[in-house]
């Protein structure tokens, strides 16, 4: 552990009882990049199905769409802040882009639910 920083430190102590877990076994493995892969789904189902429900891109609209594209790129730069970058990089990479979806999905989901109900 060279790095020495604040946030090295905090991702070092959030990442290697997950790393260690991992490491144990070929189920753990499998177990992990299922779940992302599980997450990935939801949230593009998520993401899509409120996309389309939204219709068709008017003032309002474009401007929920948006901000739905702000929050997932703010998710995706969080994550590329927290997520360790020296081990077990792709399937931080397939976490990073799973809560991006499901955070931005959500958004579009609480919209809809608040402007068109």
Known sequence: MNNESI???????????????????????????????????????????????MGKTDERTNKIQLNSTLIMLVVIVLCDVIFPKDYMWQIFFLFKYAFAFIASGIYLAVRYKKDFS
Do not use: C, Q
């Not at 991992?22 to 992302?36: D, F, P, Q, R, Y």
């Open 7 to 53: 946030s090295g430190k905090i991702t070092h102590t959030l990442f290697d009882p997950l790393r260690t877990w991992v490491e144990a076994s070929t189920g753990n493995w499998n177990m992990l990049i299922v779940s992302g892969f599980v997450l990935l789904i939801v949230g593009l189902i998520l993401f899509f199905v409120y996309f389309v429900k």
